[in-house]
């Protein structure tokens, strides 16, 4: 009977320490899984912090180019606005360039009329006592001083008087006409009592001129301005007896008045 009272006990320590055993594996098994949940629990909570700081950063990037785009259309309006104001700028300009030109043209035309009138006027006169030329928008009549002068004498002579009275009497009927009296002489020093040098010299003959076109044919005075450039402008060698005898001539340089196209130029200028 002990025998079989140890048996049982034997039995039921087995039994217990089974029970044991088997509590321990699965509370393990339990620690364990809890621990695996905890950890994935952990790196789903990081990849959730992350999934939230890329929407933030996201967000700040979509907040960034909202502001950038408007900023583009500010501009593209602005620029849109200075294109039309330059097309407008540009539309204006080309008008004043085409009114300028058109005066140009017509102030052309009315130098080379002036021209053609004072070619006519002086026809019976030969090219070694005068010439009529054109440049630069002016008519330029060279008169020797065999035509105007005697010799070191700023009295104009009858011939230069009647070659003088057929330019007055076309620039009397061209009122708009700019009047230059220009006296030149050559490289030879003059000083006499009535002339200290070629400058006084030069400048003599010029005002001699334009008392004859003002007193003598009614050129109107405030169209005249007179000059001497003493041996300055030659427009031959003075080295020689005929080049010096070209250099001393006068000069009348007419230019059509260009009030108008020198108001389109100011207007041009201030308008830029």
Not at 120 to 139: H, R, W
Request: glycine share 4%; net charge positive; charged share 25%.
């Amino acid at each position: 009977m002990k025998t079989t009272i140890t048996k049982i006990m034997s039995i039921c320590l087995m039994a217990f320490l089974l029970t044991s055993c088997v509590s321990k594996k699965r509370y393990v098994f339990q620690r364990d899984k809890a621990t695996l949940a905890e950890k994935d629990n952990m790196a789903l909570n990081g990849r959730i912090s992350r999934l939230g700081d890329t929407v933030n950063m996201l967000h700040g990037k979509l907040n960034s180019l909202s502001s950038a785009n408007a900023n583009a259309e500010n501009e593209l309006y602005k620029t849109n606005s200075e294109l039309n104001m330059t097309k407008d700028q540009i539309d204006a300009q080309r008008k004043r360039i085409q009114r300028m030109q058109s005066f140009i043209d017509q102030q052309q035309k009315a130098t080379a009329d002036l021209k053609k009138k004072i070619s006519d006027a002086l026809v019976g006169f030969n090219s070694s006592e005068l010439t009529v030329t054109m440049k630069n928008g002016k008519v330029y009549i060279s008169m020797q001083e065999s035509l105007l002068f005697p010799s070191g004498s700023a009295v104009v002579n009858p011939k230069g008087k009647s070659a003088l009275s057929k330019v007055a009497a076309v620039l009397n009927n061209n009122s708009d006409v700019n009047i230059d009296i220009e006296g030149h002489t050559d490289s030879i020093a003059i000083h006499t009592k009535t002339y200290a040098d070629n400058w006084a010299l030069s400048t003599a003959r010029a005002t001699s001129i334009a008392h004859v076109l003002i007193d003598d044919y009614k050129v109107t005075p405030a169209k005249l301005i007179a000059s001497g450039r003493s041996s300055y402008m030659p427009i031959a060698s003075n080295s020689t007896p005929d080049g010096r005898a070209q250099n001393r001539r006068t000069e009348i340089i007419l230019e059509p008045k260009l009030d108008e196209l020198m108001d389109l130029m100011n207007n041009s200028t201030a308008g830029n």
